[in-house]
């Protein structure tokens, strides 16, 4: 099949012409012809397949088919991504493939100033791209009006869930006008994200390339057992004993993200970090040299997974394995786009050997695990789930407090279990200090030690617990005195002021004499 049997008109044809490409992909065989009939589509596909073509040139067909009365240009198209490099990215789409006709398109996100955005959006536009949080920030200023919405998309639908935009969405779906076309691209199904599209899709067609969670077959993927402390001397050795000119490196935190962007730094690797925490000028910079070639690592996070689109990117690492097995899919779908090649690879610590199998479980195949390394790490042992035959149980503490006989007990407290030296002298009536030697301890020993004594060693409330090699002696607990009232008239209790026939009585109150 060819783009001239999709039914597109002769300028979108010439745009797509002008871009080298001549046989649409199967994600944009099968969902063009169902978008440009006006039915709601649910789109499984993973990243790099071409799916915003998918729904940017039947968008472009149906807006540029009957303009706006009386020459306004409301909102008619709403594009939802989840990061500002994937908006970006969308909205360079819709400028290629609609350069020649009387559209306009505008991209709103967060991280920059938003007064250039709204003089953009003042002018009118027709397809607004935007991530959800800095769109409610200007529809709640009144700033974006969707009234006129004629087509919505909600693009990277699983990733908004990964990073907890799902209800950002729902508040912007709430706002958009019932009667509309839906075009809803997801590359996995959760359960949450299947319920959100049957609650927003009307007798949707779903047009599905690759069975969900799988991985492009152009990928060739492979892991390393390696300790983390050797990760990072790893990760240099590839770079500079393999043929590999530029790499896409994916951390699980931030700091994480800057730390190997610093080490490769130190080994003479050049090498940026781009996440959340980054501005969106640094981001964009980090980028332009990644894609220019002058940046040989780019080390990222999964809030950057999708929105990065690299001609030509041959080789991504997985320097820390992601805990959500989808996520593994998203960041190696950065190589091997439109049927290139590319090399996906992982390294997998002791601990992250549970995430390992998550992954092949979810991808439907095993990993294959290069062996011959100079940093190979050995199997984990596994751990002892019963003991052996004839082997003695683990010793557990024995006494009130938990703790195993004969460890002492902090200085200061005079044995009082925990409290403070001051609550056990309120308590016992004497001065606590440390070896327990105050007036009113139960422990004339202060709890000492019973080790190296070889002596009779004093125990609470009058037992003898029998310690080998140690003799015990019981010595009985001392009787709590009872505290006396005070009678000095410094502590007399004062209720209220006496009137002149009432004198002060002993022990606190008043009396009549």
């Known amino acids: 099949m060819t783009f001239d049997e ?50 940017a040139l039947p968008i472009l067909q149906r807006l540029s088919a009957k303009a706006p009365a009386g020459g306004a240009r409301p909102v008619r198209c709403l594009v939802l991504t989840p990061t500002r490099e994937l908006a970006g990215q969308v909205g360079d789409s819709f400028g290629t493939y609609g350069k020649g006709l009387p559209l306009r398109h505008a991209v709103i996100f967060g991280g920059v100033g938003q007064n250039p955005q709204v003089q953009t959006l003042r002018s009118g536009v027709d397809v607004l791209v935007a991530t959800p949080g800095r769109l409610l920030d200007l529809m709640e200023q009144g700033f974006v009006s969707l009234r006129s919405l004629e087509v919505f998309v909600l693009d990277e639908a699983d990733r908004m869930l990964d990073m907890g935009f799902i209800h950002d969405v729902r508040r912007v779906i709430k706002a958009l006008p019932p009667k509309r076309q839906t075009l809803f691209f997801s590359a996995t199904l959760p359960p949450d994200i299947v319920d959100l599209a049957r ?8 047009v599905e390339v690759t069975p969900a969670s799988s991985t492009a077959e152009t990928v060739s993927q492979q ?41 490769l730094e130190g080994a ?43 001609d030509g990117l041959s080789y991504v690492v997985n320097y820390d394995l992601p805990n959500v097995p989808e996520q ?46 100079p940093y190979r790490s050995g199997q984990p042992a596994p751990r002892p789930v019963s003991h052996a035959s004839g082997a003695a149980p683990e010793a557990r503490p024995s006494g009130n407090g938990g703790r195993p006989q004969g460890t002492p007990r902090p200085a200061g407290n005079g044995g009082g279990g925990g409290h403070s030296a001051g609550a056990s002298r309120r308590r016992r009536g004497g001065r606590g200090g440390a070896g327990g030697g105050g007036r009113g301890q139960g422990r004339p020993e202060g709890g000492r030690s019973a080790q190296g004594s070889g002596g009779p060693v004093a125990t609470p409330a009058g037992v003898a617990r029998a310690v080998p090699g140690v003799r015990v002696a ?22 209220r002021r006496p009137s002149g ?13």
Do not use: M, W
């Open 223 to 263: 892991v390393y057992f390696v300790e983390r402390e050797q990760k990072r001397g790893l990760l240099t050795h590839l770079l500079k004993e393999g043929n590999i000119h530029r790499a896409l490196v994916f951390t699980r935190t931030k700091h994480g993200a800057n730390r190997v962007a610093k080490q």
């Open 199 to 206: 609650s927003i899709l009307t007798d949707p067609i779903r």
């Open 474 to 495: 019981a010595v009985p607990r001392r009787r709590r005195l009872r505290r006396r009232p005070l009678r000095h008239p410094r502590f007399l209790r004062v209720a």
């Open 328 to 373: 593994y899919v998203h960041r190696i779908g950065r190589t091997g786009r439109a049927g290139a090649s590319g090399t996906a690879v992982s390294f997998c610590d002791a601990e992250e050997r549970a995430y390992l199998r998550d992954i092949e479980r979810t991808i439907r195949r095993n990993v294959p695990v290069v062996e011959d390394h």
């Open 268 to 310: 003479g690797v050049s090498s940026a970090a781009i996440h959340g925490n980054k501005s969106q000028n640094a981001r964009e910079r980090a980028l332009d040299e990644f894609r220019a070639g002058t940046l040989r690592v780019l080390v990222a996070t999964d809030i950057a997974a999708r929105g990065i689109d690299i």
């Open 501 to 513: 026939s009432e004198r002060l009585k002993p022990g606190g109150g008043y009396g009549r004499p």
């Open 6 to 55: 999709l039914q597109l008109h002769d300028t979108l044809l010439r745009a797509v012409k002008a871009e080298g490409y001549t046989t649409p992909t199967p994600i944009q065989q099968k969902a063009i012809p169902h978008a440009l009939a006006g039915r709601d589509v649910l789109g499984v596909a993973q990243t790099g397949t071409g799916k915003t073509a998918a729904f």
